[in-house]
Nanobody, 119 residues
Framework: QLQAYGGGLVQPGGSLRLSCAAS????????MGWYRQAPGKQRELVAQ???????NYADSVKGRFTISRANAKNTVYLQMNSLEPEDTAVYYC???????????????WGQGTLVTVSS
């Protein structure tokens, strides 16, 4: 189960930090990421961090957003700075996880947290 926190209303230029923690049995985490879906648009990848530590970002957020993780806590964070109205969306966390050594990798999704950037 994934639980996401940290959304809210912020003015343009402001900052927010999202967090998402996984609970339950986890054998290994292959990747953690954040996606977002704005009204009337498809869900898109915002940022991802894979098991080796490398990251990738959507072009629209490079230089403004930073993804990080706390492995011991099975938690992923998204620090969002210089927020713009175009960043308004529901943000979803995603973990690609192997729950047990004998089970395949599988994607799990958080419930979504709304980020609204408006003056």
């Amino acid at each position: 189960q994934l639980q996401a926190y940290g959304g809210g209303l912020v003015q343009p230029g402001g900052s927010l930090r999202l967090s998402c923690a996984a609970s339950g049995s986890i054998f290994s985490i292959n990747a953690m990421g954040w996606y977002r879906q704005a009204p009337g648009k498809q869900r898109e990848l915002v940022a991802q961090i894979i098991s080796g530590g490398s990251t990738n970002y959507a072009d629209s957020v490079k230089g403004r957003f930073t993804i990080s993780r706390a492995n011991a806590k099975n938690t992923v964070y998204l620090q969002m700075n210089s927020l713009e109205p175009e960043d308004t969306a529901v943000y979803y966390c995603n973990f690609n996880v192997r729950r047990y050594s004998y089970t395949p990798n599988r994607d799990y999704w958080g419930q979504g947290t709304l980020v609204t950037v408006s003056s």
